[in-house]
């Protein structure tokens, strides 16, 4: 899909919905009270497929295990600390594991869609992905 466009590394950014219309975030270290979540994400392994670096990096990071419904939306992302990222955004459905209290990146917590809580600034990647979600479901809701 991306075969001609120049990029460092794939990246999978993943939204995760639970059973109760939440999507879960994770608070990394650095985040502050007004921007302090972020999408479970991370660069892909070399030579892994972003669906399945999706999969792992979620039960890693928050405990849960997961099931790809979609790719939503995918864009090269320039200036990330470890180069450009041709970055796979993910929409997930929680079907086992149990969530952590605290993950390796920090607290791990679902919050309803209409309350989430603002992403990290510095997580540019991780904005554009939940944009493009939320976006996708209000064209979903005002269309049926």
Do not use: K, W
């Not at 990071?61 to 099931?67: A, I, Q, R, S």
């Amino acid at each position: 899909m991306h075969d001609n466009l120049e990029f460092d590394y794939h990246g999978a950014l993943v939204v995760v919905e639970t059973d109760r219309n939440e999507i879960v975030m994770i608070h990394p270290n650095g985040g502050t009270s007004d921007a302090p979540a972020s999408l479970p994400s991370n660069p892909c392994a070399p030579g892994e497929d972003p669906d399945v670096g999706a999969v792992r990096l979620v039960r890693e990071m928050t405990g849960l295990d997961v099931e790809i419904l979609r790719e939503h939306v995918t864009f090269i992302q320039p200036g990330t600390p470890t180069g450009t990222m041709c970055a796979h955004g993910y929409v997930a459905h929680v079907i086992g594991g149990s969530q952590l209290d605290v993950g390796p990146e920090g607290p791990v917590r679902a919050y309803p869609v209409d309350d989430l809580p603002a992403i990290m600034p510095i997580r540019v990647a991780n904005q554009r992905t939940l944009d493009a979600y939320l976006e996708q479901r209000r064209r979903i809701s005002t269309s049926s």
